[in-house]
């Protein structure tokens, strides 16, 4: 990078704001995607929009590419400058600048980490609802461009349903706003084509997020079943009763096992599958679907049931389930993961693929994910150093998202396409849809400097990807595997 660029971005942001030490790049390396690692030129860590803009400005003139970040939570290798260029790391811009409990709305920056919202609405009886179990680090602006989803996104749906508008550095430099502040807008919805894509439509500066009231009364189920089909059944039937559960995962007896080691929380553990049911709403609509739900629950011979009634109760289930890639970590130190989303009544004959593909692999696979969604979450557990163990968790990986797609499922749910999956998109998307899609990136990004390589495959056609698809993670420069 031109000592002269650095020179006016430090001039810019103050010399603390602007790294470019080889230990202070690498920290920006990797995101939770363990699989790729890429070391930006340059960190820059921008506090107002007009200091974003400014940075995005100087990237144009000297035709850099830039990459927006957050707190490098995601799964798909979103926030890695895979060009290289300047990173943008959103975390100073971290001040919720308004809540207003009459018309239910906040004001955020986007470095404001998606829990510490959550913590300041308490006093107002209202919570932001998309919650990622991630939700302790990740930020508002990553789960907008991820159009990130949750445990409570049965119910109350995914990061778009709670954005109203945006303020948006444009890749060329302009901050603007777009969407609307009121409950419905005519138009296209600009603000919803910029939830989800990835920042590789421009950089997202400030949120207007919608609130949503506590309910009167919450009460989460722990039921334990002696197969997997009965717990698969049990979630097809809570799904066509028509109740709406405020939340409805599903965990694995590997994954029971080891959230058990890690917090001794006494999951039951001869149980082959776990299920976590939340209900909310008043206290006699609750009432009414307990006597459904409990209905089901034994029409498909549930073995145990625990209900976590008190905050506390219901909180060290939420927690255990939150923090199972931590305890996953006990048994092999790093994970892959696919988050296809399948038809619910799929949920069984994917399971038991996913358990061939275990054997047949030799590799561990713990299950753990959104059931009411249909939105899976194999993780493969591998270690870095052992290639071959990488090879299979890659192919088995691969092997488990050609069947996810063969029965309808779609490629990522609430994880983002990033560089990770970009080369299995020509397997959902047709030739024109893709293009289509470049050509609204084109639109906003004529120069494509804004997070460049993501979403789109760089190979042609469906014909082209194979085995571990992604050529990032096998070879390449700054790359490992
Ligand atoms: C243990 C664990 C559990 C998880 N659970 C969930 C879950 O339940 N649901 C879920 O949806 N995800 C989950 N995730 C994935 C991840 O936390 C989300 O994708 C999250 O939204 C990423 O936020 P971040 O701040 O870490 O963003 P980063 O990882 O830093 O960036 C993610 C993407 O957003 C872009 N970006 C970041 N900030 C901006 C901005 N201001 N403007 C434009 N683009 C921007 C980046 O360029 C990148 O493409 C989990 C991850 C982990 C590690």
Redesign the pocket.
């Known amino acids: 990078m031109l000592p002269a660029i650095i020179q006016k971005l430090r001039n810019k942001l103050g010399p603390r704001y602007v790294l470019d030490k080889p230990e202070e790049l690498a920290v920006y390396e990797c ?2 995607c363990t699989l790729i690692k890429k070391s930006p030129e340059l960190v820059v860590l921008p506090c107002t929009a007009e200091e974003a803009a400014f940075v995005v400005q100087v990237c144009n003139e000297h035709q850099l590419p830039y ?9 798909s290798g ?2 890695l400058p895979m060009r290289g260029g300047v990173l943008i790391s ?1 975390n100073r811009m971290d001040r919720i600048l308004a809540i207003d409990p009459r018309n239910r709305t906040a004001t955020v920056e ?1 470095g404001v980490v998606n829990a510490w919202l959550n913590e300041a609405l308490k006093p107002y009886g209202l919570f932001y609802a998309p919650d ?3 939700q302790a ?3 508002l ?6 159009n ?4 409570h996104c049965i119910k109350y749906g995914v990061t778009t349903d709670h954005i109203l508008s945006l303020q948006v550095v444009l890749p060329d430099g302009e901050i603007t706003w777009i969407g609307g502040n009121t409950r419905r807008s005519h138009g296209p919805s600009l603000a919803g084509l910029m939830v989800g894509s ?2 590789t439509l ?4 400030q949120a207007v997020v919608r609130l949503t009231p506590k309910p009167e009364k919450i009460r989460v189920y722990l039921a334990a079943f002696d197969t997997i089909a009965e717990a698969g059944g049990a979630v097809s039937a809570i799904i066509k009763s028509g109740m709406m559960p405020s939340a409805l995962e599903f965990m694995d007896a590997f994954t029971v096992r080891a959230v058990n080691q890690a917090f001794h929380v006494g999951f039951p553990e001869q149980a082959e599958a776990v299920l976590l049911i939340e209900l909310d709403g008043s206290s006699s609509q609750v009432a009414h679907d307990e006597l459904k739900l409990k209905e089901i629950l034994n029409d498909h011979q549930v073995s145990q049931i625990r209900i976590g009634e008190t905050e506390a109760e219901r909180a060290a289930l939420w927690k255990s389930r939150k923090a199972t ?1 931590a305890a996953y970590g006990r048994y092999l130190p790093a994970f892959y993961l696919h988050d296809c989303v399948i038809p619910r009544s799929q949920l069984v004959p994917i399971l038991e693929k996913i358990d061939s593909v275990a054997k047949r692999y030799n590799i561990t696979i713990g299950n753990v994910f959104h059931a009411g969604d249909g939105n899976l979450h194999p993780n493969i557990l591998f270690d870095p150093d052992d290639s071959e163990m990488v090879r299979n968790a890659l192919e088995g990986g691969e092997e488990i998202l050609h069947a996810c797609l063969a029965v309808g499922g779609t490629l990522s749910g ?3 396409i ?1 560089i990770e999956k970009a080369e299995y998109m020509p397997l959902q998307f047709s030739a024109e849809s893709l293009e289509k899609m470049r050509l609204v990136k084109q639109v906003f990004d004529p120069a494509g400097l804004s ?1 460049p390589d ?1 979403i789109f495959p760089m190979r042609s056609g469906c014909g082209e990807t194979h085995k571990a698809a992604n050529p990032a993670m096998l070879t390449g420069e700054g790359l490992w595997i």
């Open positions: 995101d939770a990459t927006a970040r957050g707190s490098g939570t995601g799964l979103g926030a959103m986007v990622p179990s991630s680090a990740c930020t602006g990553g789960n907008i461009a991820e990130a989803g949750g445990i990835e920042g421009g950089i997202v500066t890639v609430e994880h983002g990033g997070n993501k």
